[in-house]
């Protein structure tokens, strides 16, 4: 590890290998949490390269425990998290809104490291069991249109790493990797990201496979479509810059998309929306997600169709159903 980090601190960048290499190195428990804490606070000094992102991502597909739900063909919303909002679980609740128009959901995610509650504070406390088991995955995205992956159950090898990324409370190249690293590995993907350089990342990187994507951007900084400005979305077909108008809604305020103080509060945010009782905002918001992401399951579809299926699908309690439907599985 001396060797890499004195090549990082003299500005370097590693080639696809060397990182793919260091990752399983970290992994595998060869590095000290001092040398792991220098590594990473080596990428919050400066970008990544695409070689780097690339081989980061290989390692943790790599040493992942796989799971096979590809007689689904599930959809994955997950954002790289990072962009420092704390809003509400904005991408979790438009999952089970997808989820609820019949679109089966594989949903990757992980506790909050730069945020008060990520999408597995939030589930947890609502009382969603975590699970690798294959079988009782295939059984909630069966019976409940969405089965959750909790990060850590798939990513163990990264345990050396959790705790420091915990102490350093800030973004790191892992809330990059989040969306790239789905156990499930879905061929179709709504992924928000914090900034546009990691945008054209992950468009280089999808163009490689035979993914269907859209990659969405709040120009603002959100790593979703927040509706507080206009936002880029760039998928399979090319790009486009879109405001809130562009779905027939107003602009929206940042402070009305607050993700509370504690897990508690952001639970009860979470309760409120998906019982229909979220305010026009919040409504608005999860809406005009869900209805991306319906759009990225279904390319030919109308946008106006897709949006109707999303406010059905909140607005009439079938996103509820299928949160119940997950609970219920144990």
């Known amino acids: 590890m001396k060797e890499i980090l004195n090549h990082l601190f003299e500005h370097k960048t590693l080639t696809k290998e060397e990182a793919k290499t260091v990752l399983i190195d970290i992994a595998s428990g060869k590095h000290n949490h001092a040398q792991i804490d220098s590594f990473l606070t080596a990428f919050i000094m400066r970008n990544i390269s695409l070689d780097e992102l690339e081989g980061f991502r290989d390692a943790m597909l790599e040493l992942c425990i796989p799971v096979d ?4 063909d599930p959809i994955d919303l ?5 962009d420092g909002k704390n809003t509400f679980n904005i991408s979790t609740l438009a999952s ?3 989820a609820g128009a019949e679109i089966p959901v594989a949903k990757h995610g992980n506790y909050g490291v730069s945020s008060v509650s990520g999408s597995s504070n939030v589930l947890e406390y609502l009382g969603v069991k975590f699970t690798n088991e294959q079988q009782v995955l295939k059984q909630q995205i069966s019976e409940a ?11 163990t090898a990264m345990k050396h790493v959790a705790p420091v990324r915990k102490e350093l409370g800030v973004k790191t190249f892992f809330n990059m990797l989040g969306p790239l690293v789905n156990p499930a ?14 945008a054209r990342m992950y468009q280089y990187l999808f163009q490689k496979t035979d993914h269907q ?10 790593d979703e479509i927040s509706l507080t400005g206009s936002h880029k979305r760039i998928y399979n077909n090319g790009e486009e810059l879109l405001n809130a108008e562009d779905f027939g809604f107003f602009k929206t305020k940042y402070e009305d998309l607050f993700g509370g103080n504690k897990v508690e509060e952001a639970a009860s945010i979470f309760t409120e929306v998906i019982n229909g009782r979220g305010t026009e905002t919040q409504n608005n ?3 005009a997600n ?5 759009q990225t399951y279904f390319p030919d579809k109308n946008f106006e169709n897709c949006l109707s299926l999303a406010k059905e699908s909140l607005l009439k309690k079938q996103a509820l159903k299928s949160l119940n439907s997950l609970i219920s599985i144990k």
């Open 213 to 222: 994507y859209s990659i969405v951007h709040a120009l603002d900084g959100f």
């Open 69 to 72: 739900l590809s007689e689904f």
């Open 145 to 155: 249109g969405i089965c959750f992956l909790h990060a850590p159950l798939f990513h």
């Open 185 to 198: 590995m879905p061929m179709k993907q709504l992924v928000g990201v914090f900034n546009l350089d990691i």
């Open 290 to 294: 869900a209805a991306t992401a319906i």
């Open 96 to 98: 089970f809104v997808v």
């Open 285 to 287: 918001v999860v809406i």
């Open 78 to 82: 997950c954002g790289t998290g990072g």
